[in-house]
């Protein structure tokens, strides 16, 4: 059947959802998709040597040992191959477009070119400065008024700032301020051509990126899914194009939250909470150890840093084990998510994320 290309105001209109709704939203039981009432000031998007070492060895193991974000230790179920030492050009290419400071010509670029994986993270990047470039993300911003939120419900008993060192202030004023700039120049107008010109090369390219678009575009019961859907989410799984796993992660990321509710409420104070901080970055942290770029200048580490303080180390995966211990948190909880999320990738289980066909 051919795929009817998605209007570019609906695509930008289902993008512009998915920021406002960020990952807050919330499931019922039987796996209905609804909006969280409010933010309660977290939209939801590790540790230092001796952090990590307190907080005990990963389970995990890269795919690709040389992807900032990999955490250490293995994964025995998996029987991925190993990377080369030397990471490909397209992924050199991916982490120079969301490291410049000027996002807006990344995005035309990455629209413009000949490759699926940069054509799908102009999406991505146009997600990211949706959700950044407006007036009160650039207000939270703000070096002097900007507080970031724990990974864990905070006590009344705690200061309100959780940043304990200058040195990791002074490293979130400075890629607040990257943030702002890179964002700057960006415009709706122009995001919906960019769009428009990437989603028809991915269209031509047979990309599964635009058919799984069409699913935010429209009523999803994650928990009641219809055969071409379910199939549909199979399929990006084994396809394993980050740009696509990327919106997979926004479209079931209500189901993915229960999981990880589930995974750590013995002995936590409010699961919840902590499921809707933590699951999208498990969620990225799976795709950094599947190659994608995580370093501390890609757009996953820097959102990661403003609003949850993660800002220490090098990359994705170090900066939140950090914020997690900081927290009084055991990264072991993130670790066991985003091995979960790795073998549903690899096995290309729909579910293993908690996705279920519909009843005949």
């Not at 959102?303 to 939140?320: P, R, S, Y």
Request: with cysteine.
């Amino acid at each position: 059947m051919r795929l009817r290309p998605v209007p570019v105001l609906l695509l930008l209109a289902a993008l512009a959802l998915v920021a406002f709704y960020g990952w807050n939203g919330r499931t019922a039981a039987d796996g209905r998709t609804v909006a969280a009432a409010g933010s309660a000031g977290v939209p939801g998007s590790s540790a230092n040597a001796a952090g990590v070492a307190a907080a005990g060895t990963s389970s995990i193991r890269a795919i690709d040992p040389n992807a900032p974000g990999g955490l250490p230790g293995q994964l025995h179920a998996s029987t991925a191959p190993v990377a080369s030492d030397s990471p490909p050009r397209r992924t050199v290419r991916i982490a120079e477009l969301q490291a410049s400071t000027a996002l807006a010509v990344s995005i035309r670029d990455a629209a413009n070119a000949d490759d699926v994986a940069a054509n799908s993270f102009a999406m991505e990047m146009i997600d990211f400065c949706l959700r950044n470039a407006s007036a009160a993300a650039k207000v939270q911003a703000n070096a002097g008024a900007w507080m970031p939120v724990r990974l864990r419900a905070s006590t009344g008993k705690e200061p309100p700032d959780p940043l304990r060192e200058a040195s990791e202030r002074t490293r979130m004023q400075e890629s607040n301020r990257v943030l702002v700039q890179a964002c700057k120049d960006f415009s709706l107008d122009s995001a919906k051509a960019d769009a428009n010109t990437a989603l028809q090369r991915l269209i031509a390219r047979g990309s599964l990126y635009p058919e799984l678009m069409n699913l935010v575009t429209q009523p999803l019961d994650l928990g009641a899914l219809t055969p071409e859907q379910y199939d549909l989410i199979g399929r990006s799984l084994r396809d394993r194009d980050a740009g696509t796993l990327a919106l997979l992660g926004q479209v079931v990321q209500p189901l993915l939250a229960n999981l990880t509710a589930n995974i750590s409420a013995q002995g936590m104070t409010d699961p919840r909470y902590y499921a809707d901080a933590v699951t999208p970055i498990a969620w990225q942290l799976a795709l950094c150890q599947l190659g994608s770029y995580c370093g501390q200048d890609s757009l996953w580490a820097r959102e990661a840093c403003l609003k949850f303080g993660a800002c220490t180390g090098d990359d994705l995966g170090t900066a939140v084990r950090a914020a997690l211990t900081r927290d009084g948190l055991n990264p072991a909880l993130l670790d066991k998510q985003v091995e979960q999320y790795l073998r549903a990738i690899n096995g290309g289980d729909p579910a293993a994320l908690g996705l279920r066909r519909r009843k005949p």
